[in-house]
């Protein structure tokens, strides 16, 4: 698979082995994975940049050539890196404050054979009891006419440059929101497009999740509701919606929770009917409101859901048990007329606010430390 990223793979691996950057790629399924995952590279700060699993790879190789292993051998020899040392590193890298143990413990090797079913070579080799770590050196290792070369060098450079490419994107994007923040009030169509470009089915997960929230959370704050024991004590209350943590965060299926009348929201970019009943399930069939990045009617969605979870369930109680907790759906054009209310209140300020400082959150970006 060729993308923009993969000629600044090759020029990297060119310089460590001159020439030799089309046969080492045609030969590792390292370097292949390596250039699928970093294909996003040049798409912007909208897509998926996929640090956790690279990330593993690199704090493993560092620690390798880190010990000189990549010269002296004896490597089979090593005991292992420990995993707290592993996964505080990652954390010091950019992107990776947040990133959790998943990649170091099974998800890397699981995508990495899902990739490549043929290949016997495990990536990452552990140790249960003892907690220790190893990169897979036969991994590293790749034959070229009658010599061994050693790609762990290129490899860290390689996700180094990927990692400076995706902060120098995420700059830009910061930089353009804080730009349009700033605009005069007669040029606001421009904030109001950038913004309604950051709803399409092909933007970033995380990114579509925050836009989508700071829509809704400006959406709902004008509804009111009255609350009381009794009817003499009844108390006006604002309508106000809370993010409960980062994206792609393991807190049970939800994403957004709205004051005071405990409603739940999960943003989703699948249409795959298990995911949605496995939220469900999560907050024992509690009503949820799904948040779906796509373009698709909402009816057609639901169908959707309903026919292809029959076909697994066959029985007709069960799945419709399933789908009346789903208490509403949001696709991308409900998103657009929520926002086009929100924008003839005149909040859209209050919206760009909102989407870079939730931006600067999730994509751990520090002005001082850049």
């Not at 057609?300 to 907790?325: E, N, W």
């Not at 991308?332 to 989407?355: A, H, Q, T, Y």
């Amino acid at each position: 698979m060729e993308h923009i990223f993969t000629a600044t793979i090759k020029s990297i691996l060119n310089k460590y082995f001159d020439g030799a950057a089309d046969d080492l790629l045609e030969k590792s399924p390292l370097l292949q994975y390596i250039n699928i995952k970093t294909k996003s590279a040049q798409r912007g700060s909208k897509s998926r940049s996929s640090f956790a699993n690279l990330y593993a790879i690199y704090v493993l190789i560092e620690d390798y050539i880190a010990k000189g292993f990549d010269v002296k051998g004896k490597y089979k020899n090593y005991e292992g890196a420990l995993f707290t040392s592993l996964l505080n590193r990652i954390r010091e890298l950019p992107f990776g404050s947040k990133l959790q143990n998943h990649a170091l413990n099974h998800r890397m090797n699981e995508e990495f054979k899902k990739y490549f079913p043929d290949c016997e070579i495990q990536p990452i080799v552990r140790d249960l009891h003892t907690n220790r770590y190893w990169i897979n050196e036969n991994i590293l290792k790749i034959k070229q006419d009658k010599k061994t070369l050693n790609i762990a060098k290129p490899t860290l450079e390689i996700i180094d440059e990927y990692a400076k490419v995706k902060t120098d994107s995420l700059k830009r994007f910061i930089e353009q929101c804080e730009l349009l923040e700033n605009i005069d009030k007669s040029n606001i169509a421009r904030v109001s497009d950038f913004i309604l470009g950051l709803l399409a089915p092909n933007v970033d997960a995380r990114l579509f999740e925050i836009v989508s929230y700071a829509i809704l959370k400006n959406y709902y704050k004008n509804d009111k509701i009255y609350l009381g024991f009794t009817i003499d004590d009844l108390k006006e209350e604002r309508l106000k919606l809370y993010k409960t943590g980062r994206t792609n965060a393991n807190d049970g299926g939800i994403d957004f929770v709205m004051k005071p009348l405990g409603r739940f929201f999960q943003v989703t970019e699948t249409l795959d009917f298990k995911k949605y009943f496995l939220d469900i399930e999560k907050i024992e069939r509690y009503p949820i409101t799904f948040v779906v990045k796509s373009d698709d009617d909402i009816a057609h969605i639901r169908k959707k859901l309903y026919d292809d979870a029959i076909k697994t369930y066959s029985v007709d109680a069960i799945v419709k048990k399933y789908i009346d907790c789903i208490e509403e759906i949001i696709n991308i054009p409900k998103l657009i007329e929520v926002f086009k209310i929100v924008s003839n209140r005149g909040d859209i300020p209050l919206v760009l606010d909102e989407i870079i400082l939730q931006s600067k959150v999730e994509f751990n970006f520090d002005e001082e430390d850049n």
